[in-house]
């Protein structure tokens, strides 16, 4: 029996040519007043296939989804100055599509990277470190406290966003919007830009692993050097390359700073992992997040439950779990039917594929 299968346009490979990125994500429209080039985002399509049930499961879910974000702000079209052209985007999942494919670390950045010493490559893990809890801390403040996007980030230097991708051009006409209405748009921009830099952290890695040379060598005048695995931990605040994925056949790992919508219908329970270690989710009137080690049990209430290792929080988890941030789960319980998790960790948090609403997992039943 099939199942289900949602086909998004974010799952499309964008042309990295320019002008076939307008074209890809847009149509052109000529602004006779201003006598320059506007180019229309297309209207987002989403297919469903499968039984009548779940259509009316994950519409309500999606639903629920669509009020979670309007209720945050009041979201507005975007239009952002793009060299000649300006880009008008009708809602921020369009501008979600646009931002998808600049995730991803710059193939022509490889061979600077490459000629890079230990030591360099090491400043610059460090430096993307900074940048990640910067940039989280601002995330936080603005989902715990309900605090403006606009303001929160406008302490942010124009100097922390690459120039890869143009992400410090789309930052900066983000910054240049006095519209608390282009909130959502500048949450889905810092989610992206968070995942890129992580993306970038993990080709580093590589390289760094890859490179072959002797970690001592890296230190000279270390009296006692460390063993690789762990020092390379420490230094990128990555789990190890390829460590335990076998472990999470099942689990699909959350995109760093998206809200993703989870089906909690129902009165059963899944399995989750907070940077590896395993939780449950019991679903029904009165959720709960159980930790499986020790049998803890977090009640989940309406509203925002913030899951980590920090003292200051309701959901603090077992503080021997050094891999768990001291923020490391959102879970916004929308109804009975509907959670959204987002994952503001270093070592990441992984669901069931099936939960997922609305996600970029294909789901096929065997």
Known sequence: MFIAQLIDYKSF????NQQDLLHSIGHEVFDSSSGRSRYEARERSTLWFGSSDLMTSARSALHSLGQMFSSQSASRPLELNY???VLRFPT???FDFALSSRTETPTSRLPELHELTLFELRRMASDIRKLEHRFIEVLKSAMEHGRSLRILMGTLDAKSFSNDHDWRAVFAAL???PHDGHDPYRRVALAKYMQYLRNRQITIQRIYMTRG??????????AEPVAPAVYDTAIFDLPELGAREQEFDDQWPLPRAESIGINIAGSGAFDLFLAGYPFSMQCGSRPLLVDLNSGEQFPLHRGTNMVGRDPDIDLRVNLDYREVSRKHLVIEILDDRTAAFTDLSSHGTRVPASR???ARPVYHAQ
């Open 13 to 16: 490979v964008m042309s990295t």
């Open 83 to 85: 060299g000649d052209v």
């Open 92 to 94: 921020h999942h369009e």
């Open 175 to 177: 910054a240049a919007s």
């Open 213 to 222: 040379t002797d970690i001592a060598q890296a230190d000279a005048g270390q």
């Open 356 to 358: 997922v609403i609305g």
